[in-house]
């Protein structure tokens, strides 16, 4: 019977409570420990539009993805997964009416608890007023340049680009991504051939996808792998594209990818050259290669014709090494990425952790990065990621940087020589008891030389 009374008494005061939050004029939400919408009052419910119901029981996820159409697309109210480890932060709420509209409101999450430990939900109270759509985003109550500051960031590049494009590599500030942008924007309002330059995990086939899927009324893409590949499947291919008896009537729209196609030999160069150069074909051209095509002809090792052909638009891609400045964006990019894809939310990195990604080499380039924040995601035991989350190969890298590099040593070889026989006379003597004659004999010299070499190695006026 007490346990009944209790319960009687916790529904009496939770009825109280929504009664209370309803009747406040700023729109309000609850989420509980596991970021669940549990609660939402009227003035939020007001501000969402009808679809607010169909929010309650859904789990905000932290990131910036594209979200599919319909009601679970109008609201992105995932607090800053910071706010879970305690103390009041600031951010923006945002949503998309029903005219496409992007509606942004500056919220302040309160954590619900009397200490992280216990802390059981959280409170998020928004503004009433809309933020002006070109207002700058007021200060964040993290350090400069925060992970909340940088969710904003990757959240306005993905509005302003989603009609244009999705090229999430091409995120960030360094003067070779701007310009990297600007060629694909030209790319995808032409049909021309594109040629994608770029070390490997530079992005190359990611941002040739993009081109061609933000082309109006795209077809297929048919990707080719140039470095496996032989000459009779990519004759076979390329004639079957140029009949249309791959694709039908959508071959005239369809797009053929080469990709790596600067490891053609020099047969297979000719056998594609005189497909494409000779006879008409329809579908778009989009080829990627690590080394310039253009170079490649230079010195004699690719076929000028087919080099001009693919590359009416080249698009460098610079390595990640290049473009350091874009790195806490990216890493933000794809830690967003592994929220929306898993239960886990991350608000972002420390600074620690950002400069041991800054002092890594990335070799691998952006792809290299994706996987090291996957992993790190999956390691990190608190709301950011530390430097202890980061993989091995991070901490290695550190510790090899920190380690001064080993001086070489260089040999001079008649010197060491000199040396080697000085010590070998000297003991030849001490064992002839002084007698040149018995340590010439040891040294299997005769004694004139012996007594030269003691001259020239200064062992005896």
Same mark, same amino acid.
């Given at each position: 019977?007490?346990?009944v009374?209790?319960?009687?008494?916790?529904?009496?005061?939770?009825?109280?409570l929504?009664?209370?939050l309803?009747s406040?004029?700023?729109?309000?939400y609850?989420l509980?420990?596991d970021?669940?919408?549990?609660?939402?009052n009227?003035?939020?419910?007001?501000?969402?539009?009808?679809?607010?119901d169909?929010?309650?029981?859904?789990?905000?996820?932290?990131?910036?993805?594209?979200q599919?159409?319909g009601p679970?697309?109008?609201?992105?109210?995932?607090?800053?997964?910071?706010?879970m480890?305690?103390g009041?932060?600031s951010?923006?709420?945002?949503?998309?009416?029903?005219?496409?509209k992007?509606?942004?409101?500056?919220?302040?999450?309160?954590?619900?608890?009397?200490?992280?430990?216990?802390?059981?939900g959280?409170?998020?109270?928004?503004?009433?007023?809309d933020?002006?759509?070109?207002?700058?985003?007021?200060?964040?109550?993290?350090?400069?340049?925060?992970?909340?500051?940088?969710?904003?960031?990757?959240?306005?590049?993905?509005?302003e680009?989603?009609?244009?494009?999705?090229?999430?590599?091409l995120?960030?500030?360094?003067?070779?991504?701007?310009?990297?942008?600007?060629?694909?924007?030209?790319?995808?309002?032409s049909r021309?051939?594109?040629l994608?330059v770029?070390?490997?995990?530079?992005?190359?086939?990611?941002?040739?996808?993009?081109i061609?899927?933000?082309?109006?009324s795209?077809?297929?893409?048919?990707?080719?792998?140039?470095?496996?590949?032989?000459?009779?499947?990519?004759?076979?291919?390329?004639?079957?594209?140029?009949t249309?008896k791959?694709?039908?009537?959508?071959?005239?729209r369809?797009?053929?990818?080469?990709?790596h196609?600067?490891?053609?030999?020099?047969?297979?160069?000719?056998?594609l050259?005189?497909?494409?150069?000779?006879?008409?074909f329809?579908?778009? @051209?989009?080829a990627?290669?690590e /080394? *310039?095509?253009?170079e490649? $002809?230079?010195?004699?090792?690719?076929r000028? #014709? +087919?080099a !001009?052909l693919?590359?009416t638009?080249?698009i460098?891609?610079?390595?990640?090494?290049?473009r350091?400045?874009?790195?806490?964006?990216?890493?933000?990019?794809?830690?967003?990425?592994?929220n929306?894809?898993?239960?886990?939310?991350?608000?972002?990195?420390t600074p620690?952790?950002?400069?041991?990604l800054?002092?890594?080499?990335?070799?691998g380039?952006?792809?290299? @990065?994706?996987?090291?924040?996957? /992993? *790190?995601?999956?390691?990190? $035991?608190?709301?950011?990621?530390?430097v202890? #989350? +980061?993989? !091995?190969?991070i901490?290695?890298?550190?510790?090899?940087?920190?380690?001064?590099?080993?001086?070489?040593?260089?040999?001079?070889?008649?010197?060491?020589?000199?040396?080697?026989?000085?010590?070998?006379?000297?003991?030849?003597?001490?064992?002839?008891?002084?007698?040149?004659a018995?340590?010439a004999?040891?040294l299997?010299?005769t004694?004139?030389?012996?007594?030269?070499?003691?001259?020239?190695?200064?062992?005896?006026?």
């Amino acid at each position: 019977m007490p346990g009944v009374l209790r319960m009687a008494r916790s529904r009496i005061h939770a009825v109280e409570l929504a009664r209370l939050l309803n009747s406040v004029p700023q729109p309000i939400y609850v989420l509980d420990d596991d970021s669940t919408i549990v609660f939402v009052n009227h003035a939020c419910r007001s501000w969402l539009g009808p679809a607010a119901d169909e929010l309650l029981g859904s789990r905000a996820a932290y990131h910036s993805e594209p979200q599919e159409t319909g009601p679970k697309s109008l609201a992105a109210l995932c607090p800053p997964p910071q706010s879970m480890a305690g103390g009041e932060l600031s951010g923006n709420i945002s949503r998309v009416d029903a005219d496409g509209k992007l509606l942004r409101r500056r919220a302040k999450f309160v954590p619900l608890g009397t200490c992280p430990e216990d802390q059981f939900g959280l409170l998020a109270i928004l503004d009433t007023d809309d933020l002006p759509e070109a207002a700058a985003d007021p200060p964040a109550t993290l350090p400069e340049e925060s992970s909340i500051e940088l969710h904003e960031r990757i959240g306005r590049f993905r509005r302003e680009a989603a009609g244009r494009y999705r090229a999430d590599r091409l995120l960030g500030d360094s003067p070779a991504v701007r310009r990297a942008r600007r060629q694909v924007e030209l790319a995808v309002g032409s049909r021309a051939a594109v040629l994608l330059v770029g070390p490997p995990g530079s992005g190359r086939q990611h941002t040739a996808a993009t081109i061609h899927y933000a082309s109006d009324s795209p077809g297929s893409l048919v990707p080719l792998d140039c470095s496996v590949l032989g000459a009779e499947l990519i004759h076979s291919a390329v004639i079957a594209l140029a009949t249309g008896k791959a694709l039908g009537e959508e071959s005239t729209r369809s797009t053929l990818l080469l990709n790596h196609v600067d490891q053609l030999s020099a047969d297979v160069q000719s056998e594609l050259a005189g497909q494409l150069v000779n006879r008409p074909f329809s579908p778009r @051209l989009l080829a990627t290669c690590e /080394e *310039s095509l253009v170079e490649l $002809a230079r010195k004699g090792r690719y076929r000028a #014709d +087919l080099a !001009e052909l693919l590359g009416t638009i080249v698009i460098e891609l610079p390595p990640l090494a290049q473009r350091r400045e874009d790195l806490p964006l990216l890493a933000q990019l794809f830690l967003e990425a592994a929220n929306a894809r898993g239960t886990r939310q991350i608000g972002g990195f420390t600074p620690e952790a950002i400069d041991a990604l800054h002092a890594y080499s990335w070799p691998g380039n952006i792809d290299e @990065l994706a996987e090291v924040v996957a /992993e *790190s995601h999956r390691h990190a $035991a608190g709301p950011s990621v530390g430097v202890k #989350d +980061l993989p !091995e190969k991070i901490h290695l890298a550190a510790a090899a940087a920190a380690r001064p590099p080993r001086q070489e040593e260089t040999i001079v070889l008649d010197e060491f020589l000199g040396r080697v026989e000085r010590e070998l006379i000297r003991r030849a003597l001490a064992r002839a008891k002084g007698n040149k004659a018995k340590a010439a004999r040891l040294l299997g010299m005769t004694r004139p030389r012996l007594y030269r070499r003691l001259i020239q190695l200064q062992l005896e006026e």
